[in-house]
């Protein structure tokens, strides 16, 4: 069964970068240190037989094997050494067991008296010298044995280019939501952890037993514990395969707690003799649980990531009621179009979208009542793109034509913020007229004969000439001792 969270993309802002950290150290680790210990241990094995070991050490081998049960590595080294067929596949066999390694190792394997026992010793010697060459010999977890340093090694060692690409893609996959649930240093933190618990409960439930861990799937299954507690009842989107059926399905991310862990005890319980270690999948989701648990009480998690589908699910809604609000709008329908602004506007309360179509409804409505209001709400917005400039200022326009004399509702303050924006779209002369009416009624606005100022510069850059000086003129004749008139005043005997 292959369950995958597929409901975030990558952006700049999000991008992964510790997830891609771990995903070039564990390809480098493979495809360029362990590459090589087939080699290696080709050469430490030829030496082996070319040292006569095998005489030594598996006539003791078949008697460990006799006193220690273990069918599947006795079947095994038998077929290999019986007929001798393939008598350096049989000594890998034995030297993969631990357990009898360490036996040779502190004398206990055969008698210390025996005979040849020094000559074995140095053989033997030579030989452990070429096999720990092996860069996964040195960092590989050996079952039964507590080391630390093997336990965080172990963990970018990979059997195969499958067993590494198939963790990569898992990896790849859940580090983009759960680094970004948590931010770079506590991803890690949380990856290494999961890792090393996922090694201590495999360590545990082979403990006394022969052999050895290796890959990256116990931190992952520590990642994959960690999303669904982070992500909880949020509904997030997955592919699931089963067999022959497949299918997209949105449910809450709590859900696949669950099916994930449920799925790898059934398989310890069931699949034997797999190579997989289903025991360190299932210890490795308990801990990341566990871990983000802890993270979600410490109100560590980044609560603004795990929000962003909602808050897209959201816009995307409330886009859908403002088109849907707008055809009423050009259908005269305006009662049914407010009841739909109306909220949206409380949702939203700076979207220019949202604030026009209102500005309609007040402008189709009989009497006007709430044109002001209306109008307000847009020219009071303070906008930067163009476009949405543009759209301001045909408001504007419309209210100045609709209600002629009634005057803008608007703040002195803030008609000169909103006169200044017009010259970047081409609107320098009605931004003269409208600080001109303003320094009629008002000339000690704050911040008014700066604007004055500005917007003839802007005219006069874009060459507007006429209209330049008719501003630079109120500056001077309106705020005589200011500076702003000692500059406008140079700038006519320029010729501005």
Same mark, same amino acid.
């Given at each position: 069964?292959?369950?995958?969270?597929?409901?975030?993309?990558?952006?700049?802002?999000?991008?992964?970068?510790?997830?891609?950290?771990?995903?070039?150290?564990?390809?480098?680790?493979?495809?360029?240190?362990?590459?090589?210990?087939?080699?290696?241990?080709?050469?430490?094995?030829?030496?082996?037989?070319?040292?006569?070991?095998?005489?030594?050490?598996?006539?003791?081998?078949?008697?460990?094997?006799?006193?220690?049960?273990?069918?599947?590595?006795?079947?095994?080294?038998?077929?290999?050494?019986?007929?001798?067929?393939?008598?350096?596949?049989?000594?890998?066999?034995?030297?993969?067991?631990?357990?009898?390694?360490?036996?040779?190792?502190?004398?206990?394997?055969?008698?210390?008296?025996?005979?040849?026992?020094?000559?074995?010793?140095?053989?033997?010697?030579?030989?452990?010298?070429?096999?720990?060459?092996?860069?996964?010999?040195?960092?590989?977890?050996?079952?039964?044995?507590?080391?630390?340093?093997?336990?965080?090694?172990?963990?970018?060692?990979?059997?195969?280019?499958?067993?590494?690409?198939?963790?990569?893609?898992?990896?790849?996959?859940?580090?983009?939501?759960?680094?970004?649930?948590?931010?770079?240093?506590?991803?890690?933190?949380?990856?290494?952890?999961?890792?090393?618990?996922?090694?201590?409960?495999?360590?545990?439930?082979?403990?006394?037993?022969?052999?050895?861990?290796?890959?990256?799937?116990?931190?992952?299954?520590?990642?994959?514990?960690?999303?669904?507690?982070?992500?909880?009842?949020?509904?997030?989107?997955?592919?699931?395969?089963?067999?022959?059926?497949?299918?997209?399905?949105?449910?809450?991310?709590?859900?696949?707690?669950?099916?994930?862990?449920?799925?790898?005890?059934?398989?310890?319980?069931?699949?034997?003799?797999?190579?997989?270690?289903?025991?360190?999948?299932?210890?490795?989701?308990?801990?990341?649980?566990?871990?983000?648990?802890?993270?979600?009480?410490?109100?560590?998690?980044?609560?603004?990531?795990?929000?962003?589908?909602?808050?897209?699910?959201?816009?995307?809604?409330?886009?859908?009621?403002?088109?849907?609000?707008?055809?009423?709008?050009?259908?005269?329908?305006?009662? *049914? #179009?407010?009841? /739909? &602004?109306?909220? @949206? %506007?409380? =949702?939203? +309360?700076?979207?220019?979208?949202?604030?026009? !179509?209102?500005?309609?409804?007040?402008?189709?409505?009989?009497?006007?009542?709430?044109?002001?209001?209306?109008?307000?709400?847009?020219?009071?917005?303070?906008?930067?793109?163009?476009?949405?400039?543009?759209?301001?200022?045909?408001?504007?326009?419309?209210?100045?034509?609709?209600?002629?004399?009634?005057?803008?509702?608007?703040?002195?303050?803030?008609?000169?913020?909103?006169?200044?924006?017009?010259?970047?779209?081409?609107?320098?002369? *009605? #931004?003269?007229? /409208? &600080?001109?009416? @303003? %320094?009629? =009624?008002? +000339?000690?606005?704050?911040?008014?004969?700066? !604007?004055?100022?500005?917007?003839?510069?802007?005219?006069?850059?874009?060459?507007?000439?006429?209209?330049?000086?008719?501003?630079?003129?109120?500056?001077?004749?309106?705020?005589?001792?200011?500076?702003?008139?000692?500059?406008?005043?140079?700038?006519?005997?320029?010729?501005?």
């Amino acid at each position: 069964m292959l369950i995958l969270p597929l409901h975030r993309a990558p952006t700049r802002a999000n991008f992964p970068w510790v997830t891609l950290a771990l995903v070039l150290v564990n390809a480098f680790v493979f495809l360029a240190l362990q590459q090589r210990d087939d080699a290696r241990q080709a050469h430490a094995l030829d030496t082996y037989m070319e040292r006569g070991l095998p005489q030594w050490e598996f006539p003791a081998y078949r008697d460990w094997l006799a006193r220690h049960v273990d069918d599947r590595r006795r079947g095994m080294f038998e077929r290999l050494a019986s007929d001798g067929r393939d008598p350096r596949r049989a000594a890998a066999v034995l030297q993969s067991d631990d357990a009898f390694v360490a036996a040779l190792h502190d004398g206990t394997a055969f008698a210390a008296d025996a005979r040849g026992i020094d000559e074995w010793r140095e053989a033997r010697a030579e030989f452990d010298r070429l096999w720990d060459r092996s860069f996964t010999e040195r960092w590989k977890l050996r079952q039964s044995e507590i080391a630390p340093a093997r336990i965080l090694g172990s963990m970018f060692l990979h059997g195969s280019i499958g067993h590494l690409l198939g963790n990569m893609l898992f990896l790849a996959l859940l580090g983009l939501l759960v680094e970004g649930a948590l931010g770079h240093g506590l991803f890690l933190a949380v990856y290494l952890l999961g890792g090393a618990g996922a090694a201590l409960a495999s360590l545990a439930w082979h403990w006394g037993e022969s052999g050895s861990l290796v890959g990256a799937s116990g931190a992952i299954a520590a990642l994959m514990g960690a999303y669904c507690v982070l992500w909880g009842r949020r509904k997030v989107r997955f592919f699931w395969w089963f067999f022959v059926v497949f299918d997209y399905v949105k449910a809450p991310a709590l859900v696949l707690l669950p099916a994930w862990l449920g799925w790898e005890v059934l398989q310890l319980a069931f699949v034997h003799g797999s190579n997989v270690a289903f025991e360190a999948h299932a210890g490795g989701i308990v801990c990341g649980a566990v871990l983000a648990l802890a993270v979600r009480r410490l109100g560590w998690e980044r609560v603004e990531f795990l929000d962003e589908d909602a808050i897209a699910e959201a816009a995307d809604a409330d886009d859908a009621l403002l088109a849907q609000a707008q055809a009423h709008v050009g259908r005269l329908e305006i009662g *049914a #179009a407010r009841a /739909l &602004l109306e909220p @949206l %506007a409380g =949702r939203r +309360p700076d979207d220019l979208a949202v604030r026009v !179509a209102l500005y309609r409804c007040a402008r189709y409505e009989p009497g006007m009542p709430r044109l002001d209001d209306a109008a307000r709400a847009v020219l009071g917005l303070a906008l930067r793109a163009a476009a949405d400039l543009r759209e301001q200022k045909a408001v504007y326009d419309d209210y100045v034509k609709a209600a002629p004399g009634r005057g803008l509702p608007l703040a002195p303050v803030r008609q000169v913020a909103l006169a200044r924006c017009w010259p970047t779209i081409g609107a320098g002369a *009605a #931004a003269v007229e /409208l &600080l001109g009416g @303003l %320094a009629a =009624r008002a +000339p000690a606005t704050p911040g008014l004969a700066a !604007a004055m100022l500005q917007v003839a510069r802007d005219l006069h850059e874009r060459r507007e000439n006429g209209p330049a000086r008719a501003a630079l003129a109120q500056v001077a004749t309106l705020w005589p001792g200011s500076a702003e008139a000692d500059k406008a005043r140079l700038l006519l005997a320029a010729g501005a």
